[in-house]
C-alpha cells in the first residue's frame, strides 16, 4: 500500500486554490495519530485526506471513519485504498455533521491536515455542532495555533482565543517544520488538540461572537469606543467587573461571556415584551 502512496502522490500535483500541502512524513503523520488517542470503538471525520497518508494509519486503528474531501481527483483512489472508509466528496464547510452521522450517534473525533487559508471558518464550524464533537486534532498554521494558545493581557490575545476557549480546551501538540511537507509552505505549522467542553456558559453563540468582533475590532481603542453603536453599547460593563475604558485585550474570557449573556437575556426580553 505504501507504494500505492507513493505512486498517487508522484501524480497528483497540490493545488494551490484549495490549499493543499501534503503531509507525508510517516513519524509526524503517526505522532498526530497519537495525539488523537482512537480506537475500534470510535467514530472519526477526516477533513481533507488528499492522498490518505494520515488516512493510513487511522484505519490501523480500526475506528468508523468518514473522510471529507473536496478534490475529486483523488476520490476513486481513495476509495479503492481504503473500502472500510465512508468518503465523501464535499466542502466540509457546507456540510452539515448531523446528517452526515445521522445513523451514528457516537461523540465525533475530528483530525485533519486542514487548508491554512480557512482555518477560522473549519473551527467555527466545529463549534457550530460541538454537542456531537468530543476533541478534534488539526494541523495548522504555528502563528494561528499561538493565537489560539493566547492568555489575556497579551498581543496575541484576540477573538480566536477568547471564542475557543468558551468552549473547547485547547492543547499545542507539536510543532511541523515546512520540510516534511509537498510543497513546502512558507510558515512553520503546529498540531493542536481541542477537547470540547461538556457544558459552556455561552447562551447565545452569535451575539458572543458578535461582542468579541466588535471588542477587538480597534485594538488600540477602548472597549467603550469598541463598543460604540453596537447592540453592547448601553450594557454597564462596570456591573460585570469590566472598565469601559480597558482595552479588549484585557478583558477574560469569563467576563465576555456575561456580558454576551446578559445581552442575549435583554434580547430575549425585549422579543417576548
Known amino acids: 500500500m505504501q507504494q500505492d502512496f507513493q505512486n498517487t502522490n508522484r501524480k497528483v500535483k497540490p493545488l494551490k486554490k484549495f490549499g493543499q500541502n501534503y503531509l507525508l512524513d510517516k513519524n509526524i503523520l503517526r505522532k498526530i495519530v497519537d495525539c488523537v488517542n482512537i480506537g475500534e470503538a470510535d467514530t472519526v471525520l ?31 483512489k481513495l476509495n479503492l485504498l481504503f473500502p472500510r472508509v465512508r468518503t465523501i466528496n464535499a466542502d466540509i464547510l457546507k456540510i452539515n455533521l448531523n ?54 493581557n497579551t498581543k496575541e490575545y484576540g477573538i480566536l482565543s477568547a471564542y475557543l476557549t468558551a468552549y473547547t480546551e485547547p492543547d499545542l501538540c507539536f510543532k511541523v517544520s515546512p520540510n ?17 467542553k ?16 466588535s471588542a477587538f475590532s480597534m485594538r488600540r481603542k477602548t472597549l467603550k469606543n469598541c463598543l460604540a453603536g453596537s447592540i453592547f453599547e448601553t450594557i454597564d460593563l462596570r456591573k460585570f467587573g469590566i472598565d469601559p475604558v480597558q482595552r479588549a485585550e484585557s478583558v477574560p474570557v469569563e467576563n465576555f461571556i456575561a456580558v454576551a449573556n446578559f445581552a442575549a437575556h435583554q434580547l430575549d426580553k425585549n422579543i417576548a415584551s
Do not use: W
Not at 47 to 69: D, F, H, Q, R, S
Not at 70 to 75: A, H, L, N, P, S
Not at 200 to 212: F, R
Open 198 to 213: 461538556k457544558n459552556t456558559q455561552v447562551v447565545n453563540d452569535s451575539i458572543y461572537l458578535s461582542l468579541l468582533k
Open 180 to 196: 516534511v511537507f509537498y510543497p513546502k509552505p512558507k510558515v512553520y505549522s503546529a498540531v493542536v488538540r481541542f477537547d470540547f
Open 46 to 76: 477526516e477533513i481533507g485526506p488528499g492522498t490518505g497518508a494520515l488516512t493510513e494509519m487511522l484505519v490501523e486503528t480500526k475506528a468508523n471513519i468518514v473522510a471529507v474531501e473536496i478534490d475529486t481527483r483523488v476520490i476513486e
Open 99 to 152: 446528517e452526515l452521522f445521522s445513523d451514528d450517534k457516537k461523540p465525533i473525533t475530528v483530525v485533519g491536515n486542514i487548508p491554512y487559508n480557512i482555518t477560522s471558518p473549519i473551527l467555527f464550524k466545529l463549534i457550530e455542532f460541538r454537542e456531537r464533537i468530543s476533541s478534534a486534532v488539526l494541523m495548522m498554521q504555528l502563528e494561528v495555533a499561538q493565537r489560539i494558545m493566547s492568555s489575556v
